[in-house]
């Protein structure tokens, strides 16, 4: 049944239209990272469309409509002629600074963005689009190349980058001392929670190929005294002990059956007192946004069995492990925190 509310938002004519086109938009942005634009912008500062062309290696046709196209997208500004960063995009579509999420962009140029195409088929057959995507574990495929997991770890800091803070200030951490983030990759969440309450110390868990990033980026921080790295496969090991236990963005990637999987194995590690974080882009008909359906459908296309899930099956797995209490609120990114503390 179609609400009220529903109708007042469905688009006209016009917006039906722009709403079809909508990849075009999207793929304006992967293609400006593709080129590293706004890098060069950055290095070079604000430049004519001439120059653009002459850096980029463009041809003429289309070029002064890609760059206003981008400025009516709010990435890049526009004064006398001279193209330079919007504040968005000098924030995080520079390559080398920690807030860059080109690295995620980048994946979804080559590879979300080829899945979609099959869309239609995986709702006909239910199957990703990815190959290796039906493997028991899919990321033990994806790290049998090191360059390809260290793009991969880099692309998970574009999604913990804004849900670190929102963990860090909405909960209480104050008679917390040690944490593990459960699939953690090179350990930027692990980084932004120790950053935000320095009396903590971290463990990040992660397959043993990983190890190389979390060196490369831990270290670049100067935070390896406070993060340890525990590597192991999360199926089959048991959880570093700790009073605090994040999985975040990991149940999303597995059917229900490992969902509960991982969920009794974190009671198992967490001493009584001890608390579980679990966060994703849930499925809630009253808290989740358009974006969760739509990350929800991308796992269709690029997981074997992963999706978002609904908030309430998410508690019932908390409490058919065995915590005590539950609770659930959306975050600012669009996540969705669900707490269990054990007794």
């Known amino acids: 049944m179609t609400t009220n509310s529903e109708e007042s938002n469905a688009p006209d004519l016009n917006g039906i239209i722009q709403l079809g086109m909508a990849f075009g938009s999207a793929k304006i942005l992967l293609t400006a990272v593709e080129l590293r634009l706004f890098t060069r912008l950055d290095e070079s500062g604000p430049a004519t469309e001439e120059e653009v062309r002459e850096r980029l290696e463009l041809h003429p046709r289309g070029s002064r409509e890609f760059l206003n196209a981008l400025v009516k997208l709010g990435l890049l500004v526009r004064d006398d002629g001279r193209y330079g960063n919007s504040e968005s995009a000098s924030t995080y579509l520079v390559k ?61 800091d574009a999604l913990n980058w804004t849900v670190g803070p929102e963990l860090a200030k909405e909960f209480d951490w104050s008679s917390v001392s040690t944490v593990t983030d459960v699939g953690g990759a090179r350990g930027n969440l692990a980084a932004t929670l120790i950053e935000a309450h320095p009396h903590l110390t971290a463990t990040v868990f992660d397959l043993p190929a990983v190890l190389p990033a979390y060196e490369d980026h831990i270290g670049g921080l100067g935070l390896k005294d406070r993060i340890a790295f525990e590597g192991g496969d999360f199926f089959t090991d048991p959880f570093p002990p700790s009073d605090v236990i994040v999985i975040g963005h990991v149940l999303e ?69 065995g915590f005590a209490e539950t609770s659930a609120k959306l975050l600012a990114t669009n996540d969705i925190l669900v707490v269990g503390r054990k007794k």
Not at 287 to 312: Q, R
């Open 96 to 156: 080398g600074r920690r807030t860059y999420v080109g690295r995620f962009l980048e994946r979804s140029n080559n590879v979300l963005y080829k899945a979609w195409d099959g869309f239609t088929e995986s709702l006909k057959t239910g199957e990703s689009q990815i190959e290796g995507a039906g493997d028991d574990n899919m990321f033990k495929h994806l790290y049998k190349n090191e360059d390809q997991m260290r793009d991969f770890v880099a692309m998970m």
């Open 253 to 321: 990637d597995w059917p229900p059956e490992r969902r509960r999987l991982l969920v009794r194995k974190a009671f198992e590690a967490l001493a009584p007192g001890g608390t579980l974080l679990v966060y994703d882009p849930m499925l809630d008909d009253e808290l989740s946004p358009l974006t969760n359906l739509l990350t929800s459908l991308t796992m269709l296309v690029v997981t074997h069995g992963g999706s978002e899930y609904a908030v309430d099956d998410c508690l019932t797995w908390l409490t058919e492990a």
